[in-house]
């Protein structure tokens, strides 16, 4: 699994948490900063409350001084300027207030003070004229405000800020004696007010409280607020359009309430506004930095800071976890892989192991097909060819799953004969019928068009599966093949193939009909226990056809049969149609006879490579009456020899092979230039048909592979399709019974069961060449075995035991063959004791029936209808010097080659028993023996 | 290749923080580098008569960066020129407050001049070599106690826009002054020249006046000891320039029943010059820097804007006069609480950087050598050298500038004529 695939999502979710906590944090921050804004706006309130009862409170106290001055007046006693001084310095406690009486009908503004002016002591006149804060007098007190306030301003006497309260009063002027008016205010330093204030101080440390008028000048100004105008310094350092401007000082100026401003720092900052109680038209501003307001919330970050550590902590625990599993899941796959290609090694090996013995199986069973005429033998050799078909069926099922499991399996299309296929699937499929009583039905379109391009051979296998199965679950009544075509408007050069088997069988339960395309279900498995098959057949059919964009469909009511059937879209190489295909058929069936080989080919020579003697044996029979000349080698030494010397029109060559494998024989063989057989097909033969292989021989270099057991039909269609064309003639009408003659004295003899070597062998031919080779090597064998037996080799013992047991069934010396099966049972297990009572018995039996074969030589001396050039004195001298150098210097290639040569011509007599030694040693392999044959000295 | 992005990633991130990081020395060593602790907490007011005084406001916050707990304001005081002296002596007295030279030659003003610190002090470490010669006055003992932050001069606010409509070229000469107010009276402009003239302070009758005056005494030596002395001999200096006045008025380039309509001598002044119909406003620097602020107050300038200049007065064929006096000074209370805090704010202060920068906001012209002028003054930064004269070092003292203020408001404003005028030299009050 891909890294990103875990980290990627684990960020996204741990985004999605800490966007969540986030958010979150933020709503509470938000809502505890609205508590604290709501607090702050509860403090203005707090804090105008405050200012108004002192202002209100500074105010009565100015009110009493000028009620006094007034009730003076009205009592008819009116109070000079000085008198209401004078009174005001005794009235008034604290030493920072002071009174002011101006009198507002003088120019300069002037009046008198109770306290005297700090730079000209003694000096108690005051003027006020070049101080305005006299504008809003008359307006304040129309509107009926509790308190007449001037603004911040530099008090005149002392140069301190304050601030003054004012009422008119009535004043006796003493030079007159006419009452004039007069402005009384009682002046109090800003400081006072400020100290009223002083419980804000820890709650809101960095507040600054301002009174500003309707149009936003200070009265009492604020230290931040710059500028002497609050709504020209909002305008200021905030960006707002003239709407906006005018909705603040209306938002201001209003009610109760805060906004958010930036100050000249460019810091957000939190005023609340409202309205003072005591003095219409002006208003208290707070003011505090947005930050040092905040700093009050609830909410801190240590829950986010704390969930993303975790989530951080836990995402990198998770990882390493992750990587853990995964290694560990990697090193599980590297085993399944590891299990994986012993699977693949052992099926390749299974399917070698099992195919090799089907070859002898079938191979020699197809020779007792042809050759035999007792009708129980051939009855039972059919039984052999059907039971074995079935077990090939079964190992390819398995093989063809595995492949599809794999992802291995390939679709190949080429160009195929629609009629060829059919009388594949007919050929294959009718006999079986027939055998079952069934009735084959056949039902093809005439009009299909008769080359297709399409996976020919997967299509078979399909429509196969198909019949099989009809086959296998149809007790009575019929089977119907039927095959049909539809045009495709949007692809001229396509069909679709239309392909349907009908069958009366037992049908399918709807409940298993899901059952039906499982790998390794059976459906009524108990029903069917008697009906042979992997249960993979439907699977692989339905795999196929899905690769191929088709897919299986069933139609079956049970009891009464299914039809099952598929559409396939192939491309039309040639609309030729195939014609009335039934009749072709019936007559087939009526022409129907025994197996003639389909050709002659005496000209044609191969070369067949092969390690096992048998396998050799079994593909010369099968090709014995094509009269093709053949050359074996049973390895790959030996074949590239034979490949240097001779033209073969085909070679066959084995895959595996001990030493050096087919692969390698190929290669070498390839590498060689100069030879006889530049452009010689060659064609792998192997017993491995898992996944993969075809391509690796293709790859490999070879032309076309046959598969072990060797299908006999198919190695001839092969060898017609490869041996050129000059070669190739119709098969001989001659009547099979002229078959090469077995001298009579071997039906006599009692070891030997004549039918059964023959059947091992193929033919009577290739049955005398193998009882003359027992016939040679039995003296050289017998004494080996002895040789071993004496010097306690039990292993050797037993392995050469084994092969005269293999040895002496294929000549039909069956019971010497189970004699020494059973000595060689007892030298597996180590009973010497067995071995030493009974292997003298099987030597001297063994020996006793190579003394009966020798009449063997003579016979084949008189049967010889030599017709070979005769060898002249010098040619054989040639020879003869040749054997002695290539024996000198160990080419044993050539050594077998001119020994091969001399077989080619007649001997004379005085030098056949020579020659006859030396092509013995040659083919014994004793080519130590040959130098001494030569000098007469063996 | 991902290894090669990631190494120019972090390198680029590393080289990003070093950049981001690297300023703040950099401006130390070149700048101001803190003289005391940093953590120091005090209060520093500085007192002034400047309703609004947001640039020095601007310094205040400045300054911070350096010293954050120590916490600066501005005061306003009513009455400011009367109140100083009260000020000064109360027990609250402020660390820093406004001064004038005039102050100097005022003996109301020794109180207020007791208090001053002179800046001068090497142990004060200011860099009064950053502030143009002729804008610094020494008192009689070689001391500076005060240090112009801003400076002044005289001239006219000319709506470039508007001569470029009219396919005219803002005049530099008296002559072409004289031509283009008839050319643009002519296309319906009945008052191509305005400025206050309701009373002596900042008229523009004075504007045009002074700097002749003191282009005739500094070309005259003599005269300017006669002048100081108040001796009625000097009146006689004042006469071109008080005829420069009636020219103007008789040409047509002024109508001073125009001028009455302007209500005062500063935001009005402004304004009117924003209704975009007035083709020069004579005015001082001092009104220029109510400029910015009142350009959003204007609903006619706001909806029209234009282009405009402060200039020189062409009064004569070869141009107009840089008269650059100061305006605004700062002197230091020595008796102030935390006076070291407060030296330290002046030497953070008088620097080119922190001058021109507030200038900046104030729309004043800067007092520092670096002249850098606002785009707004560009024209007296090209003003040649010996067209422009400092009061102070010419020895202009203010009861001299009082004279010629009242005598070109009279002159202007008809209430007397200049041979009347001239002869009341040294008595004006």
């Not at chain 1, 931040?224 to 960006?239: A, D, H, I, V």
């Not at chain 1, 796959?333 to 290609?341: F, G, M, S, V, Y």
């Not at chain 1, 299309?413 to 050929?427: P, Q, R």
């Not at chain 1, 392999?925 to 001494?932: C, K, Q, R, T, V």
Request: hydrophobic share 40%.
């Amino acid at each position: 699994m891909k890294r990103a695939l875990v980290i990627v999502p684990n960020l996204i979710i741990i985004g999605f948490i800490l966007l969540f906590v986030i958010r979150y944090a933020n709503f509470k921050v938000e809502e505890s900063k609205q508590i604290v804004i709501a607090e702050y706006e509860k403090m203005t309130v707090t804090v105008n409350q405050i200012i108004t009862n002192y202002l209100k409170d500074e105010q009565h106290l100015c009110d009493i001084w000028s009620n006094y001055v007034n009730r003076s007046a009205e009592a008819g006693t009116p109070m000079t300027a000085e008198d209401i001084v004078s009174y005001i310095r005794k009235a008034k406690i604290s030493p920072e207030i002071s009174g002011h009486l101006i009198f507002m009908d003088d120019p300069g503004l002037s009046g008198i003070s109770t306290t005297e002016n700090q730079s000209r002591p003694g000096d108690y006149s005051v003027s006020y004229k070049n101080i305005s804060i006299f504008d809003n007098l008359d307006r304040l007190s129309d509107e009926g405000s509790v308190v007449n306030l001037t603004r911040a301003y530099t008090n005149p006497m002392n140069g301190i800020q304050s601030i003054a309260f004012m009422n008119y009063v009535q004043v006796l002027d003493p030079d007159t004696g006419e009452l004039r008016t007069g402005l009384l205010m009682r002046v109090v330093p800003l400081s006072l007010l400020e100290q009223k204030l002083v419980f804000l101080k820890g709650e809101y440390e960095s507040v600054e409280i301002s009174l500003i008028d309707k149009d936003g000048n200070y009265i009492i100004h604020g230290k931040s607020l710059k500028n002497s105008n609050f709504f020209e310094y909002y305008k200021s350092y905030n960006t707002v359009t003239a709407e906006e401007y005018e909705h603040f000082k209306s938002e201001i100026t209003g009610g109760v309430g805060s906004t958010t401003i930036m100050n000249s720092k460019g810091q957000e900052c939190m005023v609340s506004y409202t309205p003072l109680d005591s003095l219409k038209g002006w208003y208290l501003l707070e003011y505090i930095p947005m930050d040092d307001l905040v700093e009050r919330r609830v909410v801190d970050w240590l829950l986010p800071g704390a969930v993303s550590a975790g989530l951080i902590i836990l995402l990198i625990f998770n990882f390493v976890i992750l990587m853990i599993y995964n290694r560990k899941l990697s090193e599980a796959a590297l085993e399944a892989n590891q299990a994986n290609d012993a699977k693949s090694y052992f099926l390749s090996t299974m399917s070698h192991d099992i195919r090799t013995p089907m070859n002898a199986i079938l191979g020699l069973n197809e020779m007792v097909l042809r050759e035999s005429h007792d009708d129980n033998i051939i009855g039972y050799s059919e039984s052999i060819r059907t039971a074995g078909n079935t077990l090939l069926g079964l190992i390819n099922d398995i093989l063809d799953f595995s492949k599809i499991e794999a992802g291995k399996m390939d679709i190949i299309n080429v160009d195929y004969s629609f009629v060829s296929v059919l009388n594949d699937l007919v050929n294959m499929v009718q006999k079986k019928a027939e055998d079952k009583g069934l009735a084959f039905n056949i039902d093809i379109d005439g009009e299909i068009p008769s080359i297709l391009n399409g996976d020919e051979i997967r299509i078979k296998q399909v429509i196969t599966n198909i019949l099989s199965n009809a086959v296998k679950y149809t007790k009575e009544g019929s089977v119907t093949f039927s095959a049909g075509y539809e045009k495709i408007p949007d692809r001229p050069d396509s069909i679709i193939l239309k392909i349907s088997v009908a069958d009366t069988g037992i049908g399918i339960k709807p409940e298993d009909m899901d059952k039906l395309f499982k790998a390794f279900e059976r459906i009524e498995e108990k029903r069917n226990r008697n009906i042979e098959g992997t249960g993979l057949g439907m699977t692989i059919a339905q795999s196929f056809l899905s690769m191929m964009g088709s897919h299986l469909q069933v139609e079956s009511t049970y009891g009464e049969g299914s039809v099952f059937s598929f559409d396939l879209v192939q491309k039309v190489v040639k609309w030729d149609p195939v014609g009335d295909y039934e009749d072709a058929f019936r007559q087939s069936l009526s022409e129907r006879h025994n197996y003639r080989e389909k050709f002659t080919a005496p000209h044609a020579r191969l070369l067949v490579v092969d390690d096992t003697p048998v396998n050799l044996t079994v593909f010369t029979s099968l090709l014995s009456r094509t009269g093709i000349q053949i050359d074996t080698a049973m390895d790959g030494d030996g074949a590239v020899s034979l490949f240097k010397q001779k033209h073969y029109d085909v070679i066959f060559l084995d895959h595996m092979m001990p030493d050096k494998d087919g692969i390698e024989t190929l290669a070498e063989m390839k590498g060689l230039k100069d030879t006889p057989n530049n452009g010689t097909p060659i064609i792998c033969l192997t017993a491995n048909a898992i996944s993969g292989m075809r391509e690796m021989f293709i790859n490999a270099g070879f032309d076309d592979y046959i598969t072990k057991p060797i299908d006999p039909d198919r190695l001839e269609v092969m060898l017609l399709q490869y041996l050129p064309k000059g070669k190739i003639a119709p098969a001989s009408a001659e009547d099979e019974n002229d078959d090469y003659a077995l001298p009579d004295f071997l039906f006599h003899l009692d070891e030997i069961d004549v039918n059964s070597g023959l059947s091992h062998c193929g033919n009577g031919k290739a049955y005398m060449t193998t009882l003359k080779m027992y016939l040679d090597t039995a003296g050289k064998n017998a004494d080996e075995i002895e040789r071993f037996w004496a010097s306690k080799d039990i292993r050797n013992t037993t392995i050469k035991v084994h092969a005269l047991k293999s040895t002496s069934r294929v000549i039909g010396a069956l019971e010497l063959g189970e004699y020494a099966a059973r000595l060689e049972k007892a030298g597996d297990v180590g009973d010497t004791e067995t071995l030493d009572r009974e292997l003298s018995d099987l030597l001297s039996r063994y020996r006793k029936l190579a003394e009966e074969l020798r009449p063997l030589n003579e016979h084949d001396e008189a049967e010889s209808d030599d017709k070979r050039p005769l060898i002249t004195a010098e040619e054989l001298s040639e020879a003869f010097r040749a054997l002695s150098e290539f024996c000198a210097s160990f080419d044993f290639d050539s050594v077998v080659h001119i020994a091969e040569s001399l077989g080619k011509y007649r001997i004379p007599e005085d030098e056949a028993t020579r020659v006859d030694a030396i092509i013995k040693a040659v083919d014994n392999f004793d080519y130590e023996l040959i130098p001494g044959i030569i000098d007469g000295e063996v | 290749m991902k290894k090669l992005i990631c190494i120019i990633l972090v390198m680029s991130v590393v080289l990003s923080l070093t950049a981001c990081g690297g300023k703040t020395p950099a401006e130390t060593e070149e700048g101001f580098v803190p003289a005391l602790d940093t953590g120091t907490e005090c209060s520093i007011t500085v007192v002034g008569s400047y309703d609004n005084f947001e640039a020095l406001e601007a310094e205040f916050d400045r300054f911070n960066e350096f010293y954050p707990n120590v916490q600066l304001s501005y005061v306003k005081l009513d009455d400011y020129n009367n109140i100083l002296g009260t000020v000064l002596e109360g027990d609250d007295s402020p660390n820093i407050f406004f001064s004038h030279t005039w102050m100097m030659d005022n003996e109301k003003y020794d109180q207020v001049l007791a208090h001053m610190e002179d800046l001068s002090d090497p142990a004060l470490r200011l860099n009064l070599d950053c502030v143009r010669p002729g804008l610094l006055k020494h008192d009689e003992e070689g001391r500076v106690i005060m240090v112009p932050v801003f400076s002044r001069s005289y001239g006219m606010l000319v709506n470039n826009d508007l001569f470029e409509k009219e396919g005219l070229s803002v005049p530099a000469t008296w002559s072409e002054l004289v031509t283009v107010c008839d050319e643009l009276r002519k296309k319906g402009y009945a008052s191509p020249m305005m400025g206050y003239s309701r009373d002596t302070s900042s008229c523009f009758m004075y504007t045009v006046a002074y700097p002749m005056f003191v282009a005739t005494l500094a070309d005259n030596p003599e005269a300017l000891a006669l002048a100081n002395d108040l001796d009625p001999k000097a009146g006689e200096y004042m006469r071109p320039a008080l005829e420069k006045i009636g020219q103007l008025i008789e040409s047509g380039c002024i109508d001073p029943a125009e001028c009455d309509k302007i209500e005062d001598n500063y935001t009005q002044v402004i304004l009117r010059f924003f209704e975009g119909d007035v083709p020069m406003m004579i005015c001082h620097g001092d009104t220029v820097s109510g400029t910015r602020k009142r350009e959003s107050q204007s609903e006619a300038f706001t909806a029209s804007p234009f282009n405009y200049s402060f200039t020189p007065l062409p009064l004569t064929e070869d141009g107009g006069y840089f008269i650059d006096s100061p305006s605004v000074e700062f002197s230091v209370n020595k008796d102030c609480n935390d006076l070291d805090m407060t030296n330290e704010f002046m030497r953070f202060l008088v620097s080119t950087a922190e001058l021109d920068e507030m200038a900046s906001v104030k729309r004043m012209i800067s007092p520092t050598v670096n002249l850098s002028f606002d785009p707004v003054y560009a024209p007296f930064g090209q003003i040649s050298s010996e067209r422009i004269i400092s009061p102070e070092v010419l020895g202009i003292t203010d009861p001299l500038t009082v004279q010629i203020k009242l005598a070109a408001f009279r002159v202007g404003s008809g209430e007397m004529t200049v041979d009347e005028a001239v002869a009341m030299y040294g008595s004006f009050e």
